[in-house]
């Protein structure tokens, strides 16, 4: 199991490398600004998510318009794995929600 | 770098330098960038800071104890050498999870607390505004205010003579160069699309702006030599009347408009924040002298330039003064008829702008940092009541092999708990707070600096916070480390016995809350009877139903003297056609609106040595002694046959006529306003002596003032005054029609009822009063909680031998003067100190006062009454219900 913050910056990491500003920004895109960690807690996640083996700093550049002076985030095989098994698990829960009707289940399912 | 970005970097610091090291600069930057995209508004930025803050201090707490365990992993030996701090975060969760056990205690905490750091927030921000806030010049502290003195006169920081000015511009060497303003601002009636404008302007020398160091933001400044040329016609914007009136476009540098009746030219805006020398400004104008001007005697004998200077790179001040002195010498010798005696000072910008709200700062800071130990001394006796309710808890932790040190730190952090919760909620006041003073007053150093919560204030409120954390903090501590452990628990019962010692500390900290409250509360009401003293003072005039609107003349359609006065002859006319007007009349300044100029004079057949020194002017005419209800007490009025081609007239006021012509009458003397009056001066006949009318404020005596008639001293700016049927601003749309069909294109300056301007006199006073009164009240609701608290706890502690002594027939009026026996005491001890430290420190108002003394004796009674009732009441109320409790229940309860 893995804490909610640490799965969101996973999740937000997910589709590309990001700098701690970039991951914020992918979070409040997808879950809004009140889900945005301070940026105390961000890195202190991130440390503790590298000491881990979930993400590892990206060795390469990314792309030509992104700022270079930036430390960048990558997901390793190891995070992405602990990204499925937790949504699997989250899955099964929410799952089990819809089944007591706490959750109304979507139109197109 | 911002304030706020320091402030990030400062909690940055507390996180473990390996950290630091590995991630700083990153999250600097990931918050800088944050911090940009939260956007202005204060509320946002404010919530956002907060929550960062709180991350940092977090993320510190977390990684030097065993909570972020594998991020610590940077360097583990930063660890060990933190040990002591194991386990704090456990605290800070038993610490949360115990306030959140007793609510009560812990809203009533944070609200005290809240209340005084609020207060403190908002008077610091003020201070800092005027104390420490840079000016928005380039090198501020080389700019130096130059001012004349002079003995005979009384004069300390007066205006300078232009032709004085200009001598020492070009005499003094260790003046980089020096510019001057006018301490006036002038409307200026500008012409847009055929549409009356009016607009606040300040007349200022060519290099004004080279020598604050600004920039224009489009086009330039004024050039020296811009300064000279009368039909030059160049004006410069400020950024918002470019904004209001020219739309923000920059191509209005250069275009040509009539401003004053000149065609004149746009050269430059000024950027955003500038409105240097008063936050009124609007737009400058060159002063538009001749170089004719500096041989004329009334160059150098009328002061209204305020000088301002730049000194040399490697000039120190006290040089500067130094050479200022030696050419101040010079001109006295060179021009003994007006430099005789004429000095001239020097003194840091700063000083100069702070001088009048200095005084009255200091004050509410003072008031302000008691208010917050007051505070702080009820929220220890909150805590020590509740930790009274504790003990058995503490001592069975003692027991169970928790270290003292241990203990008391889990204290020491649920007090910072509320303290941080009191300094969130403290900084949200404190805003509010700013908001209100802003609003109340025209605070803000004029044109130079704004009153704004910045990294600065925030700082304090953080410190202010730790401190009175730890203050309030420290008697529980004390109390638990030194407690005895086998005791409390023995004692058992509810766990109310807070053994006697606890009593005595919750007891002593009353005595100081009281001590403490009657001295602001003391303040409050000096301050209180001073206004009420000021306000019943008759300023000399009638203020009710007058209304006085500012028209000006301009000099385009109404050249010269006869066609200014056939302007304002018709306007009067057609003013007092109207049914809802009764009389009108003219005035050059208006009565408590400050003195227009002064001189000094001389009367027909005095010796060369006697000189009457620093009477003031004022023009008027007959119906402004009307209008304003100014009785003539001897002599005649001004009438219509006293025109230009007439002898000269003038009118004095009593205060004159008292301190010139003691013994001697008055009326039939001939005056002029020179030092040294002969054929070639102009002579006045004085015809008649008026009341007294207060010039500056209610609380400054009334001085010796002359008036001239508007027939024969015409003027083109002139303050109409009206006496109305109807409240005096719902007649202004007549005024405004009656003004139009007369002339559409002259505007209306400013309008306001004479009582206005009546309050505004006292506005400084009146700022004080709201903020010292607000803080006795708080001070007064503090110590009655304290009172009542310790009352009620002692009740509590007493139930049983309360039950006792009910169960053997006493009477409940004996056992209430038992309770209020020692309530009696203890208010009683912190009055007397309270009375004793008042007779200190009111000194520090004295300069504020009014009418009495700093320790008037009236307040001091009042006071002493208002206080001991409330105390007397804060603990009767528990007494009685301690009393009215059932023996057998009281005695079961056990």
């Known amino acids: 199991m893995i804490t909610p913050l640490t799965y969101t910056i996973l999740l937000a990491l997910a589709d590309g490398d990001r700098h701690g500003y970039g991951i914020i920004k992918e979070i409040e895109a997808r879950l809004g600004p009140a889900a945005a960690p301070s940026t105390g807690a961000l890195y202190l996640a991130l440390q503790r998510m590298e000491n881990e083996g979930l993400v590892t700093e990206s060795p390469a550049l990314p792309g030509p318009d992104e700022d270079a002076r930036r430390r960048y985030y990558r997901i390793t095989r190891r995070g992405r794995e602990a990204v499925r098994t937790e949504s699997a698990r989250l899955a099964a829960l929410v799952e089990t929600a819809r089944q007591k009707k706490l959750l109304p289940r979507r139109a197109d399912a | ?894």
């Open chain 2, 1 to 894: 770098m911002s304030a706020n970005e320091r402030l990030f970097r400062l909690l940055l610091r507390l996180v473990p330098e390996s950290f630091r090291e590995r991630h700083g600069e990153e999250m600097l930057e990931t918050h800088r960038l944050r911090l940009r995209d939260v956007g202005d508004r204060t509320m946002s930025r404010l919530a956002f800071l907060v929550r960062e803050s709180w991350g940092v201090l977090w993320l510190a707490v977390r990684l030097r104890t065993g909570g972020g365990r594998a991020a610590r992993s940077a360097r583990p030996a930063s660890v060990q050498r933190m040990g002591m701090l194991d386990g704090m975060v456990q605290d800070v969760r038993f610490g949360a999870r115990t306030l959140r056990r007793s609510p009560g205690y812990a809203l009533l905490a944070v609200i005290v607390l809240a209340l005084g750091i609020g207060a403190s927030t908002a008077i610091f921000s003020a201070a800092n505004a005027f104390f420490f806030r840079p000016l928005p010049f380039a090198d501020a502290d080389r700019l130096v205010m130059l001012y004349e003195t002079n003995p005979e006169y009384g004069w300390t920081d007066q205006t300078a003579a232009p032709a004085n000015f200009l001598d020492w511009r070009e005499q003094v060497s260790a003046f980089d160069d020096v510019a001057a303003y006018s301490s006036f601002i002038d409307d200026a009636s500008y012409v847009l699309d055929g549409e009356p404008v009016l607009l606040a302007a300040s007349a200022v020398t060519g290099n004004f702006f080279d020598v604050l160091g600004v920039r224009a933001a489009h086009g330039r400044g004024f050039r020296w030599d811009e300064t000279w040329a009368p039909g030059a016609g160049v004006v410069v914007l400020s950024h918002r009347v470019w904004m209001t009136h020219f739309g923000g476009d920059p191509g209005v540098v250069g275009r040509m408009y009539e401003i004053g009746g000149r065609p004149t030219q746009v050269v430059g805006v000024m950027p955003d924040g500038f409105s240097f020398p008063s936050s009124e400004t609007e737009l400058w104008l060159p002063w538009g002298w001749t170089p004719a001007n500096r041989d004329e005697v009334w160059f150098r004998r009328a002061h209204f330039v305020r000088p301002i200077a730049r000194l040399a790179s490697e000039a120190t001040p006290a040089r500067a003064a130094a050479e200022l002195d030696v050419v101040v010498e010079r001109l006295q010798r060179a021009y003994p008829e007006t430099n005789s005696v004429m000095g001239a000072g020097m003194m840091p910008l700063r000083d100069f702008l702070i001088r009048d709200v200095r005084r009255p700062l200091l004050i509410l800071f003072g008031a302000v940092v008691l208010l917050l130990l007051l505070a702080c001394a009820n929220v220890a006796n909150l805590t020590l009541v509740r930790g009274a309710e504790r003990g058995r808890e503490i001592a069975l932790r003692h027991a169970l092999g928790a270290g003292r040190l241990r203990v008391a730190r889990q204290l020491l952090i649920e007090n910072l708990l509320l303290a941080l919760a009191g300094g969130a909620l403290g900084i949200a006041l404190g805003w509010a707070g700013v908001r209100a003073l802003a609003a109340l007053t025209q605070l803000g150093i004029d044109g130079a600096t704004t009153i704004a919560l910045d990294g600065r204030v925030i700082l304090f409120t953080l410190a202010a916070t730790l401190a009175s954390g730890i203050l309030f903090g420290l008697a529980p501590v004390m109390r638990a480390t030194t407690g005895r452990i086998h005791g409390t628990i023995i004692e058992g019962g509810t766990g109310a016995s807070a053994g006697r010692s606890g009593l005595r500390t919750v007891r002593a900290l009353v005595t100081v809350e009281v001590t403490l409250a009657l001295l602001l509360t003391m303040a409050a009401g000096l301050v209180m009877r001073s206004f009420l003293l000021m306000r019943s003072v008759d300023p000399g005039f009638r203020t009710e139903g007058v209304l006085a609107v500012q028209i000006t003349a301009p000099s385009a359609r109404y050249p010269g003297r006869d066609e200014v006065l056939a302007f304002q002859d018709r306007l009067a006319a057609a003013l007092e056609a109207r049914p809802d007007i009764e009389r009108a009349g003219f005035v050059a300044r208006l009565p408590l609106d400050g003195p227009s100029w002064s001189s000094q004079f001389q009367a027909r057949g005095w010796p060369p040595d006697r000189i009457g020194f620093e009477i003031l002017h004022r023009r008027a005419d007959a119906g402004y002694f009307d209008v304003l209800e100014i009785p003539l007490v001897r002599g005649r009025m001004f009438e219509p046959r006293d025109r230009g081609d007439a002898p000269l007239v003038v009118l004095i006021n009593e205060t004159f006529a008292r301190e010139h012509f003691p013994g001697e009458d008055p009326i039939g003397q001939r005056i002029a306003f020179d030092r040294a009056a002969d054929e070639r001066s102009t002579w006045y006949e004085i015809i008649g002596i008026v009341a007294d009318q207060h010039q500056l404020s209610p609380g400054v005596p009334a001085r010796a003032e002359v008036f001239e008639h508007r027939y024969q001293d015409w003027w083109r700016g002139a303050w109409v005054v009206m006496r109305t049927r109807a409240e005096p601003m719902s007649v202004l749309p007549t005024v405004r029609a009656a003004l139009r069909e007369i002339d559409p294109l002259v505007p209306i300056a400013e309008a306001q009822p004479l009582r206005d301007v009546w309050r505004a006199s006292m506005a400084r006073e009146e700022f004080i009063l709201v903020l010292l009164g607000a803080f006795g009240v708080v001070a007064l609701l503090l110590a009655t909680v304290g009172v009542y608290a310790v009352t009620a706890q002692a009740a509590r502690r007493r139930t049983r031998e309360i039950g006792i002594r009910m169960a053997l027939g006493a009477r409940s009026a004996d056992v209430i003067t038992l309770m209020l026996r020692h309530s009696l005491v203890m208010v009683g001890a912190g009055l007397a100190a309270g009375l004793a430290l008042s007779l200190v420190a009111n000194r520090a108002l004295g300069s504020v006062l009014y009418g009495i003394a700093p320790n008037d004796p009236v307040t001091t009674v009042i006071v002493v009454l208002v206080l001991s009732a409330v105390a007397a009441v804060a603990s009767y109320v528990p007494a009685r219900t301690a009393t009215s409790v059932d023996p057998v229940r009281s005695l079961k309860q056990e």
